[in-house]
């Protein structure tokens, strides 16, 4: 078993992070998002449909939920594989800084 040095720790944390908001937050997933949770076609103000899977949801949304099991995906993919990990988490953790950046100017 492996343990990251400090660069390939913030990579991994980064890309892990980046993950967690394209599968919860980010529009582009939108569509695929409402479909695994029940709300394909649902409008805002309307009843909420039967189909719709609340605690799937709320896994999908928690930080702490999914946030976790996608951290932990990263690190057996590192234990797996360590250069290839972190060659994958490289764009993931560059988005995430030109998100944080872009957050800070536009404020």
Known sequence: MSIPNWFEFALLSLAAYRVFRLLSEDTVLDRPREYVVGLSGWQEGRPTPPGYRVKLAEFLLCP?????????????????????TVVAAVPFAISTVVIGVASLLNE
């Open 64 to 84: 702490a939920c999914s946030g976790f099991w996608i951290s932990v995906a990263w690190w057996l993919s590192y234990q797996l594989w360590e250069f290839g």
